[in-house]
């Protein structure tokens, strides 16, 4: 072949190979790269398919540069063959030249490859080696860390079983480090445990919880009681299943000591040692959160008799002296009958009865503080002769609150002061009405109403054959800046003596029926019947039924949707005059029930002749059903023979002072139509009762007693 040939085909050769290498890898090298390699390439194949003696190298050098160019596809190498034996060749080498090649280029891949294996063994060694010295670096770290630790630290797996504990933990028990080893976790109790934290441990170590905190107690191994703050941490293998415990206790032993200290300074008097007002009214608040049904409890206010003689003749260090020979006698004995005994102030005490068994108990803890301070007290040279008043209060629990329990026992003892001293008396309901509503009415009341003091709780009345909210009640309170929030007992007696219970009762039946409209625009159908009481002064006034008509058509209230109470009393016979004012009540549209029935004569001939649709049980009848000396079964068939009396007289019953569920389940089989208590309710704010108005369940079934449910 001319040189002129030999050229033409080498020119042929370089393109062929310039495509060869632009596809696969070759489109991702730079352009000047891949145009380097190719002439490169290119030239040393030229030449061993021209050179003579035939030059294996030369093929073997253009195989390894593809190589190391990263042209290691089999797919190229299967390419290049294919167009090396495809090219004329002197002699013959096409074999030789592809053989040639192949042979370079597999073994630049394989030392390429050795080089790569040994580079990652390499690598691989580096980096355990690093993690071990990572690992032991981090394991000496929190070795120190561990052991050098101000706060105790402890380990364990989820079976309890205790691994490792620190220096500092081992300190706050008193024992060895070896010695808790012996310890399960579980077995770490103490009495004074704060509630929950045992539930909180288990949900813990059963991957419920990550981690909880707390303030617990332990014994140390002396015996003695540390207290810490425990932070307990859940460790997850790493699948994500509980497998250790992490635990960490700081000694608080001096803060709690120091904060029980400053609670005991808080909650007792400092000079005879007994708990004081707060102390006292924390108790009883805690006796009122959530009784059991018929719970009942006792106070004894006392006041010692010339206290003051002995301040004013032998000076306050005596008497500061006779106060605590006095709180010393009472607590020795009334604390082992119980009983708490507390200084108010002054010289002022009070014994508080939990779950007090009646009135006879309660007498006889006053009569036992009468009887500790019979005998004189020697206070120095001086022989007193100390004597105390004293008031005495037992009632079940759901029938009053903490201050009117406290008022109605303060005033009791002023009733046994003004009796004569060194006794004791027993509250009167109907005299600590009077007395408080004397006070009250004639100090606060004619202004009262100008200032806003006066609001109306709600109490929700329930009908029994279904469970839906049928209607609620109106009760007014007088928030008296004095007294606090009075009942409607504490004031109205004396409000309906002076006449200022007009006024007032207008005020109720104003507000009431504007907030029973706005529930009925609001709700619709689904809005309750409203209850106001009447006063009896109100249902004899001639001028009611003008008032009410008055009121009706200013809040707008549909007339069907109120129901006004009456006493048996507001009726004195069928020829009484309040008879026109309550039938022209009925021919306005609204209803009447006689409200408390069988607390009066209960003169049966009176429901015949009055215009009411509806009667209410009184709830004395009721909790006559809890009294374990009266007869049950008698105070069942006296209720069951009302509501049947009453469903004759096609009148619908409501059964007040339900407090049981059993209770509401057998008013409900006897027939009663409604009922209204603490088992349904208190009385509430009116956005309470909007609230139980949109929760109102439906399609309660009143087949089954299954689907009998109450709130």
């Known amino acids: 072949m001319n040189d002129a040939g030999a050229q033409a085909d080498a020119a042929r050769f370089h393109e062929d190979w310039a495509r060869l290498l632009k596809g696969g890898h070759g489109a991702a090298v730079h352009p000047g790269t891949l145009g380097r390699l190719v002439s490169r390439t290119a030239g040393l194949l030229h030449r061993a398919r021209q050179d003579d003696p035939f030059e294996a190298a030369l093929a073997e050098q253009a195989g390894a540069l593809l190589v190391d160019a990263q042209f290691t596809d089999p797919v190229v190498l299967a390419r290049a063959v294919a167009l090396l034996q495809g090219q004329p060749a002197a002699d013959g080498r096409g074999p030789e030249l592809c053989g040639a090649f192949a042979a370079g280029w597999a073994a630049a891949l394989r030392e390429r490859t050795l080089r790569e294996q040994e580079a990652i063994r390499a690598a691989a060694d580096t980096a355990r080696v690093d993690a071990e010295k990572a690992l032991r670096a981090s394991e000496a770290r929190f070795r120190a860390l561990f052991e050098s630790a101000a706060i105790g630290i402890g380990i364990g797996d989820v079976e309890g079983n205790i691994l490792a504990v620190n220096r500092a933990l081992a300190e706050i028990f008193g024992a060895r480090p070896e010695d808790l080893g012996n310890y399960r976790v579980d077995q770490l109790v103490h009495p004074e445990d704060t509630p929950g934290v045992w539930e909180a441990y288990e949900e813990l170590i059963s991957g419920r919880r990550e981690y909880f905190q707390c303030d617990k107690p332990y014994y140390r191994r002396d015996g003695e009681v540390v207290w810490t703050h425990l932070t307990v941490s859940l460790i997850r293998d790493d699948e994500g299943r509980p497998k250790y415990q992490a635990a960490m206790l700081e000694d608080i032993t001096d803060r709690y000591r120091l904060q029980e200290r400053l609670r005991h300074q808080a909650t007792h008097d400092p000079l005879t040692g007994l708990p004081n007002r707060t102390a006292f009214f924390e108790r009883l608040e805690r006796l009122f959160e959530d009784p059991a049904p018929g719970a009942r409890f006792g106070l004894c206010y006392v006041d010692l008799d010339g206290f003051k003689v002995v301040n004013d003749s032998l000076g306050h260090d005596t008497g500061d002296q006779l106060l605590a020979a006095v709180a010393g006698r009472l607590k020795a004995a009334l604390t082992p009958l119980g009983h708490l005994v507390a200084r108010l102030g002054g010289d002022e005490f009070v014994v508080l009865l939990e779950n007090c068994r009646g009135e006879q108990e309660a007498i006889a803890a006053a009569k036992t503080v009468l009887k500790a301070l019979a005998g004189p007290v020697l206070i120095g040279d001086h022989r007193l002769a100390v004597g105390a008043s004293v008031g005495v209060l037992e009632r079940r629990i759901a029938t009053t609150t903490p201050g009117a329990a406290v008022r109605a026992a303060d005033l009791t003892l002023y009733r046994a002061k003004e009796a004569g001293r060194g006794r004791w008396t027993l509250f009167d309901p109907k005299e600590n009405a009077r007395a408080v509503s004397r006070y009250a009415v004639s100090v606060r009341m004619p202004a009262a109403l100008d200032r806003g003091e006066f609001y109306i709780d709600y109490q929700p009345l329930y009908a029994l054959a279904d469970g839906r909210l049928a209607a609620v009640e109106a009760l007014v309170r007088w928030r008296h800046p004095q007294l606090g929030v009075l009942g409607p007992d504490e004031f109205v007696a004396t409000a309906e003596e002076t006449g200022l219970i007009m006024p007032l009762g207008r005020w109720v039946l104003e507000q009431a029926c504007g907030q029973a409209a706005d529930?009925?625009?609001?709700?619709?159908?689904?809005?309750?019947?409203?209850?106001?009481?009447?006063?009896?002064?109100?249902?004899?006034?001639?001028?009611?039924?003008?008032?009410?008509?008055?009121?009706?058509?200013?809040?707008?209230?549909?007339?069907?949707?109120?129901?006004?109470?009456?006493?048996?009393?507001?009726?004195?016979?069928?020829?009484?005059?309040?008879?026109?004012?309550?039938?022209?009540?009925?021919?306005?549209?609204?209803?009447?029930?006689?409200?408390?029935?069988?607390?009066?004569?209960?003169?049966?001939?009176?429901?015949?002749?009055?215009?009411?649709?509806?009667?209410?049980?009184?709830?004395?009848?009721?909790?006559?059903?809890?009294?374990?000396?009266?007869?049950?079964?008698?105070?069942?068939?006296?209720?069951?023979?009302?509501?049947?009396?009453?469903?004759?007289?096609?009148?619908?019953?409501?059964?007040?002072g339900v407090e049981t569920r059993a209770d509401a389940q057998r008013l409900r089989q006897m027939g009663c139509d409604w009922a209204q208590g603490w088992h349904f309710g208190r009385p509430v704010r009116p956005g309470e009762i909007a609230r139980r108005i949109v929760e109102e369940p439906e399609g309660r079934s009143v087949d089954s007693d299954k689907s009998f449910q109450m709130p």
């Open 519 to 656: 529930w009925a625009v609001r709700f619709g159908v689904a809005a309750p019947q409203l209850n106001v009481n009447l006063a009896v002064r109100q249902a004899r006034s001639a001028g009611l039924v003008a008032d009410l008509e008055r009121i009706l058509r200013d809040t707008g209230l549909a007339p069907a949707l109120l129901q006004l109470e009456i006493t048996e009393s507001a009726v004195v016979g069928p020829e009484d005059e309040s008879l026109r004012t309550l039938h022209g009540l009925v021919d306005l549209g609204v209803s009447l029930a006689v409200d408390d029935f069988g607390t009066g004569w209960s003169n049966l001939a009176y429901l015949r002749d009055l215009p009411v649709s509806g009667l209410k049980i009184a709830g004395s009848f009721i909790a006559d059903l809890h009294d374990p000396a009266k007869d049950q079964r008698t105070g069942w068939r006296i209720v069951s023979g009302l509501v049947s009396m009453a469903h004759t007289l096609d009148l619908t019953v409501t059964a007040e």
